[in-house]
């Protein structure tokens, strides 16, 4: 089922629906390209490859990147406040990973102190910077180049309506499509194809 939608972004994709993924092909943009941590959670990153005519993949890296929390002041609940009284103190952040502090508490020692507190119990002065995830490849061609790669947050399903009428007229069925997008991006379509059942990724890994 073909579908035809255009908006005034600059990159539009050409789009299989499946299902269970979506198969997006569009322009491939500036390298390396840069893709958000709610955006990569949607995205099989073993499907992401270069299409074309002629297209030689000499070398494709993905790097994550996200600013450390180590060293930074933040603020932590005390060990000594009550279900009364709560204490918060300016503290260190020594390993984000676990979650690892120092702090100096009077009621508790005159020297600094090391502690493991909960995520909730940390106050950041400014929000904590999120991943990003980079793809870079490095290719030959003579062609022009496309970014093929499956994503999962989008998917359609087929929806019916039953139209009865007096006993003279026949009674109309409408199938429709009903496709939706559960990411927080949008996506730019300017062609699409709706296909029945799941895509299979053994052969699409082997088309890659």
């Known amino acids: 089922v073909p579908v035809l939608t255009r908006t005034d972004h600059r990159v539009f994709a050409h789009v299989k629906i499946y299902s269970n993924f979506a198969e997006i092909i569009q322009p491939l943009g500036i390298l390396p390209l840069e893709f958000s941590a709610e955006d990569w959670s949607d995205i099989r990153s073993d499907s992401i490859t270069l299409v074309g005519a002629n297209v030689n993949i000499t070398q494709q890296t993905i790097t994550e990147k996200k600013n450390s929390l180590n060293n930074l002041q933040v603020y932590v609940r005390s060990p000594s406040s009550s279900n009364t009284e709560t204490k918060f103190f300016q503290a260190t952040m020594i390993d984000e990973n676990r979650n690892l502090v120092k702090l100096i508490d009077k009621d508790i020692s005159k020297e600094a102190i090391y502690l493991t507190v909960q995520p909730d119990h940390i106050v950041y002065n400014n929000e904590p910077s999120q991943s990003k995830y980079y793809v870079n490849f490095t290719y030959d061609t003579t062609d022009a180049v496309y970014l093929s790669y499956l994503r999962s947050n ?19 069925i409408i199938a ?33």
């Open 154 to 172: 989008l998917n359609w399903k087929t929806r019916y309506q039953l139209n009865l009428f007096e006993e003279t007229k026949q009674a109309i």
């Open 176 to 208: 429709m499509a009903d496709i939706r997008n559960d990411g927080k991006s949008k996506i730019d379509i300017e062609y699409g194809e709706l296909i029945g059942g799941e895509i299979n990724l053994r052969m699409f890994e082997q088309d890659g």
